[in-house]
């Protein structure tokens, strides 16, 4: 059994080979739901990426706002992403951010929540360090879809390993609404698997329609605003 530090690193230990097995497909149709997300004016504010990874995510987002800074809970990762996308960058844990309340306009975070051990917690810092009428967007797998991810690690089909801790969308959303959040706009993509012959041709059709198709779909995201009125809470 692995221990606990080294599950959380286990994306650094896979390293290059994870970008390999990686779908660029379903990183563009998170990029997609990302990017619909952000403010108007989000070239003259601040940002946080929350779990930057390998930095696909990173890629799209670092022209779209004025500073862009990267962690992740790999120091080698968010390294390499700062250095490559000359950046701010930090090792972090999603659970517990080291920067202060109310720090960054907005805050992203793509396919990193369920990897920790405790994503309600993630989520509450992730509110934490976002100032008051700012903006979140988190994207996240599904739970509806797990019973899936179960049986590709019992058939062993699955690739990779690492903390799954998966969220239902509505069980996502209502959080964030009781700290201290407006949800704005909830989305999705992929109706059913894009290693589906021809799925890559049928899916993005579903996707257009992802407001009412999320809660049925393997990825969903929920972009929120922060409200003033009163302080967000930690569980």
């Keep these: 059994m692995k221990s606990k530090r080294k599950t959380e690193l286990y994306f ?6 994870f970008d390999q097995w990686m779908s660029m497909y379903d990183v563009r149709q998170r990029i997609k739901l990302i990017m619909k997300s952000l403010p108007p004016n989000s070239k003259d504010m601040s940002c946080l990426e929350v779990g930057c990874g390998s930095g696909k995510i990173s890629e799209s987002v670092v022209s779209m706002v004025k500073n862009l800074t990267v ?3 790999s120091e080698k990762l968010a390294k390499g992403v700062g250095k490559s996308l000359q950046v701010a960058w930090g090792e972090e844990d999603a ?6 309340n ?11 929540i369920e990897h920790t051990p405790n994503p309600r917690r993630a989520l509450s810092e992730m509110v934490r360090v976002l100032k ?3 903006t979140l967007v988190v994207t996240s797998p599904n739970k509806m879809w797990y019973p899936v991810l179960w049986l590709s690690m019992v058939l062993k089909i699955r690739r990779f390993e690492g903390n799954e801790n998966w969220l239902f969308p509505w069980s996502a959303a209502k959080f964030l609404k009781k700290h201290n959040m407006q949800v704005i706009r909830c ?3 992929h109706l059913f698997p894009w290693q589906i012959p ?18 049925f779909m393997i990825n969903y995201g929920i972009c929120g605003r922060k409200l003033e009125s009163q302080q967000s809470t930690t569980e």
């Design 12 to 17: 650094e230990e896979i390293g290059e080979q």
């Design 102 to 112: 109310n720090s960054f306009d907005i805050v992203i975070s793509s396919e990193c």
């Design 132 to 134: 008051p009428n700012g």
């Design 187 to 189: 989305g999705g993509c």
């Design 71 to 73: 962690v992740d809970i």
């Design 95 to 100: 659970c517990h951010l080291s920067m202060a």
């Design 198 to 215: 021809l799925a890559k041709k049928i899916l993005p059709l579903f996707d257009r329609c992802d407001k009412v198709l999320y809660p």
